[in-house]
Structure formats: C-alpha cells, structure tokens
C-alpha cells in the first residue's frame, strides 16, 4: 500500500473536538487505501506553557530537562488522537519520537535528525494500524530525549516521509497554503499552488512562518513532496516541490515578511583582512545568528560595517559588541529595533535581471527609504523602518501583480 | 554512601513554588552525605485532567493510549524538578520508568512490575548526580510504556528502594503521618510514630489512603523501611517496618473509614457447593473487586449472600448480577450504595479477643446499628449506614482511647 504522512500543527489537535475533526480525516486516508502515518505537535499553547513554568523556576533550565519537559507536549496529543482513530474502529497505536526511531545528536533544544530507524513502524503499519508519532523529538545516541528546535515537527513527518518511501507529506496548519504574500497584510494575496523548494527556502529564511526551514531543506535533500494546506477545509492547498521543468516558471512566487529583527552598525571599523572574521565569529560564539551583512566602501582605511540578528537575541549581543570593539578598534556600534525586512521571491526572477530594479522602483514611488539590500539568485530583500513594512508589502504585491492582475507590464 | 529514595505527592510538587520547596530538600538530603533518588507523581490534578480529556473523546479510551497519555503528568513534573535542582548548583538528572528500569508486565492501567534494571541510575549516582524518576510508570516487555494504576508511584519508590538497598523510602505527602483515625473526622487523633507492615496493610485496605496497598506489600517482600512524612515541614513522621520485638505492641494502631463502597446482596440463594464460586468468578471477570464477603446460614436450602465493591463499579455489576441469577436460580438481588466500612486495626489486638466485642458495644452505645462483619486477625471492619460513618469513627476512638486518653479502661 502507498504511505502517507500527515503532520498536523498545535491549532489542528488544539482542543478535544479539533482531534475528533482530525481523526476523521485520518479515517478517511486509511479507507481511500493508504497506510497512514501521522506526526502531530502537542495541543495549542502547551509548549509555550511548559516552557514558561521552566522559566518561572530557572533562568537558564538545564538543556537535557528542558528538552525532556517540553516533549511532553506532543505525547498527549498524539495519545489522545490514538484514542480517538481507536474510538472510530480503526487501529491505531501512538509513538514517541524514541520509539519511532527518530535518531539524534545530542544537542538539546536543537537536536538534528542522524538516522530514522521506524522498525516498529513499519511492523505497527503491515499490522493495519494508523501510526500516531510525536513531532519535535527525537532520541540522542545517548539514549536522551532531545527536541529538534521551534517548528521540528515538519522536520518530523517529513524524514519519517523520506524513510518511508511516502508517496508525499502532507502538513496540516491553519493558513490553507502558501501566500503571494501575509493575507493579514495585502488582503488580495493569492495562494500559490505550487513553488519549488528553492523558492520555499527562501520565503521561509525571509520569514514566512508557513514550514520550518530545516523541513524544507530535508525534503530537498530526499525529494519529498510536500503538501502545505489547511486542517479546516478539504481544498488542496500548497505542493513544494522539484521545479517541473514542463510547466513555465512563475516569475515571482511571493513577497515575504520579517519583522523580528534588529539591525546593528559597527562605525568606523579598520578595513583590514581578518577584521569580519572576528566580528563574527564573536557572535557565533553566542549562538546568535546573522541574517543580512552590509559593508560599504572604505574610507581613509575605515568602513562601517552592518548585520541583521532575531531581536530577541539583542540583549545577549551586547556584551559580545563591546568586546568586538575593543578587540578591532573600531569607534563604535549602534543598534536599531525599529526596522523590518521585506523579500520578494521567484525562481524565473534568475533569468529577469529588472525585477530587482522593479522592486526598488516600487519602493521608491510609495517614498519607503531602503536601508540595506541584499539578494540572491531567486531573491531580493531590503531592509527598511519598521512603520513602512505592511506599505512596502502592499508595494511590491501590486507592483507585481501578484493578486492575479497584469500590473507587472504597466 | 547510602542512598536514600524519596518519593514526593502531587500536591508536594503542585506548582512551580512547590517544586522549588521539593528541590531545597532534595538538596538537603544530597549535602547530609546521601545518594538520593527522588520519585514524582504528576503536579496536582494533572492526571485527572489527562483522563477527563481522554473521556472526552471516547467513553472506553484504548488502555495502551490511554496509559500514554497518563503517564506526561510525571514527565511534567520530574523535568521541571530536575530544573530546580540543576538550578541550585547540584546536578540531577529525571529519568523515565523506562528509562529508569521500571519493567512490568502488559497489563495496561493496572501493571505489576516484574523486574527492576537501575543501570542507568546507578551510573547517574556514580556520576554524583540526584536521580530524579517518574512515578507511576513502567515499561512493558513488548516495550510498551504502561502504568501501575493509582497511587503506583508509591511502588515505584518502594521498588526502587528495593533494588538500590536504599536506607528506607521516604514518602512525602499533604498529611503528617498515620494517623489513628482521618483529623477531619476526629480531631483529637493522633499522628502515629511506627506501624507494622501488616497494620499498615489493613489500614490501607480498609480505606486509609496514605499509602496504595501494593506499595506497602513489596516493602514488606523486600524489607524496605517506609518513611511517611509531610513536605510542608520537617517534622518526622510514621514509620511503616518490621514489628520491633523489644517494643511493646500497641493494642490499637488506628480507625479507617471506607465510604466508597456499596453492598450487593443476593436473595434467597440455593445453599449447594460451588454456588459462592460461579458469582465471584462471574464478578471477578469483569474486574470488579470484591472486599467483605458475608453468608447468613440457609433456612430450608436457601441463603442471602452479601458482598461489598467498589461504588464506582456498581453500574458494571448489574450486567453481570443479572446473569448471575438466572444462571443460580437466586430470587433476585438488590444493591445499597448508602453504606459506610468502618475498621479497627491493630497487632496487638491477637491477643486480646474482648477487642472485638468493645468495639460492638461502643457503636451500639451511640444506636448505631451493624449491617456485616468481617474480621481478620489485626482488624475487625464493620459495615454501618453512611450517615452514621463519622459518629462510628468516633466512638470507636473514643472507646479505645487511641487520642491518648486512657479511655479504653473506662
């Protein structure tokens, strides 16, 4: 029989009556003739609640206890889905991430996947049992429980997909696939049906909270097709996938979204080899990660230097820059909460070397200063203040037609 | 250096605060030189609330989902333990029963442990670590995770005592000790210092729920020394081991008081051989326990037959009463839930016979009328009317001067 891995998110299983929902729609896969696996996340908030009685007792909780709280989670809803396929007449039995084979390193709270043994698994399967798995969490090669980072859970079904040989994996959320851009925010976004994993990479490294980058990037590696849609309707949503090569590439998939970072400014840094290399090892040192780096033309030997990091990690940064400076003997540094990043992201934008021009053209005609630019190959993202962002989404998504309209040949 | 094991309630680590209280002991315990082993129930009604959403979604849960759902709650709280202590500067490390060595047989819900495999906590102890062990839960031979029915973290501890040749089990809980009758219901009762295995045994089963029966038996198998105590003070509290030949033995160690029965009684019984096995074997294949037992003599080939079970299980009871009847040829059979065990325990009482015919008279002193007696040869258990359950308890205290006075030669 052809396998199937649905992963549904935290709102999908959020109460008793949304796992009955659920159930149902496991039913029905088996009874369409699929041997079904199912990844879920634990229920609503739990995670965020678990996470908060950790801090209420420790500052800093110790990483092995943490990860072994915080997969708590997970294993009551998938046991409560279990009851409730079992409920419905059809076996079903539930697993924890060490049961279902799912091996790891031993970085807890960031564990990455070593190795998918789903022995039981597939014994649970040619029995005729729906296999429940909890998402997020794995088993280091020490034998201790280990969690695989914020969103793990897409990571979850799709290497129990790729292990499986699945036909694809699908992941159940509350948006119904993947936007042209936030509909929160530009009301005529389109849902895309299709984007390729580049694409998706990118949107998601731009902030598009849709798949956790680490799945997407573990799909491409396997060839996983991925189906993003919603656990509230039965309309087909998203497929991530290969580029087909029949199909003519779109020239823009969509405009993405980041407004959680914070942008610092090293002033008057001696331009000289080796200075960057310090900087930022510094700052990886913190486990703090980078996103944008900018640096402009030297100076009389000096240069100012700028980088983007999540602004949650700002606090801790600070340390770390005083140092910088004192090391490289530079004037200085600044820091700015207040800006957001806005990307556009399409594959045919490789071939279409004016799409960076439109984009900026765009931003310049609503009077939205760029405050750094950097691209890629199928990406462009500016930096801007943070009151403009919603603005410059709206720009870019009318700019070029991306709610179905022809406005990209004006 | 000697370990110490010690066990700690659901209202012991109910919330964060608690727990914090819990790790300065644990502490304590480690710094006056003990290896320490810590076993936690789940943080206050956690397990409760995990059924009731179980209920939620199916009547009749799937027991091996169910048993995994149950068993998040010590999870829960073991973590966010090992948290405060790692937080105080003094490693620890929470283990599941699994993980823990806890191995038990397949019966979900309700599992015995068949063997008990610390390698892992003793490496732990060597490391110089506290242990810190969900209670309540185990592992199957089929490595399944499974549960030892209600108050199972007791035996968790007492087991893990066993297997570590521990100096005792401290268990810890809301109340202060033994006492010898509920304060609620008599005020003037008295923490017990020391109980026999054998009393505390029939306290138990007569209703006293400080501590679950299996818990008391494999202490006694084993010779573990029980240590019940409060976590809201220091004081010391009652102690449950092996009688002390060069103490005198008290009399009377105490008055328990069972209010969750019903009694069930069958009419006009054929008085033949094997009538009495064909309705318990009936009764005990549905899994109904069944507590006192009483057979009034026949008139003219026919008996009444009474016995007491759980309330809880009287809707499943009718089922089978009726088939029972039919298959006997009884008359019929009615069910009373208004009745109330109430039980007198004490080793000394093997010899002194006019122990039983005192405790009569004290309850036909306040008009209370006796519905059934059961005796053993430390206990003797009466039923009454429930509304004439508290005014039981006590006179009989009163009677047998247990608040210290010297009523008893009155």
């Known amino acids: 029989m052809p396998v199937i891995v649905q992963k549904y998110g935290g709102t999908s299983v959020g109460d008793p009556d949304r796992i009955n929902v659920v159930a149902d729609r496991v039913v029905r896969a088996r009874e369409e003739g699929y041997d079904v696996v199912v990844v879920v996340s634990a229920m609503g908030d739990t995670t965020d609640e678990l996470f908060a009685m950790a801090q209420e007792i420790s500052a800093a909780p110790e990483p092995r206890e943490l990860d072994m709280l915080l997969t708590a989670g997970e294993r009551i809803a998938m046991s409560l889905l279990a009851i409730a396929v079992n409920a419905r007449g059809c076996k079903a039995a539930s697993y924890t991430g060490s049961q279902a084979g799912i091996i790891t390193d031993s970085k807890h709270g960031q564990a990455k996947i070593v190795d998918v043994r789903p022995g039981r698994i597939r014994e649970a399967l040619a029995e005729g049992k729906v296999v429940i798995v ?93 189906h993003v849609r919603s656990s509230f309707t039965d309309e087909p949503g998203t497929w991530v996938a290969e580029e087909d090569e029949s199909v003519e590439q779109a020239l823009i998939s969509g405009v ?105 053209d765009a931003l310049a005609t609503e009077g939205i200063n760029i405050e750094m630019i950097s691209t890629s190959s199928i990406r462009v993202s500016c930096v801007v203040r943070a009151e403009d962002a919603h603005r410059a989404v709206q720009a870019i998504h009318r700019r070029f037609g991306l709610d179905g309209s022809d406005a990209v040949s004006e």
Do not use: W
């Open 134 to 226: 909890a998402g997020f969490q794995g088993v280091s090669t020490t034998a201790d429980v280990t969690t695989l980072g914020r969103g793990g859970s897409d990571t979850t079904g799709v290497a129990l997909a790729a292990a499986l040989e699945a036909e694809c994996c699908e992941i159940y959320t509350d948006v119904e696939g993947v936007f042209t851009a936030d509909p929160r925010i530009e009301s005529s976004a389109r849902k895309l049906e299709r984007v390729t994993y580049d694409e998706m990479l990118e949107l998601a490294a731009a902030g598009a909270k849709v798949l956790q980058l680490r799945s997407v990037e573990y799909a491409r590696r396997n060839g996983v097709p991925i």
């Open 256 to 360: 993405a979204l980041d407004d959680e970072e914070a942008k610092v400014t090293l002033e008057e840094v001696p331009d000289h080899p080796g200075v960057a290399a310090t900087i930022f090892k510094a700052v990886a040192e913190e486990a703090i990660s980078v996103d944008m780096i900018v640096q402009n033309v030297s100076h009389r030997g000096k240069t100012d230097l700028s980088f983007t990091v999540p602004r949650a990690d700002l606090p801790r940064l600070t340390g770390v820059m005083d140092r910088v400076v004192a090391d490289i003997g530079a004037h200085g540094y600044s820091t700015d909460a207040g800006i957001a990043k806005v990307s556009l992201v399409g594959a045919g934008m490789k071939s279409h070397p004016e799409v960076k021009a439109d984009m900026f």
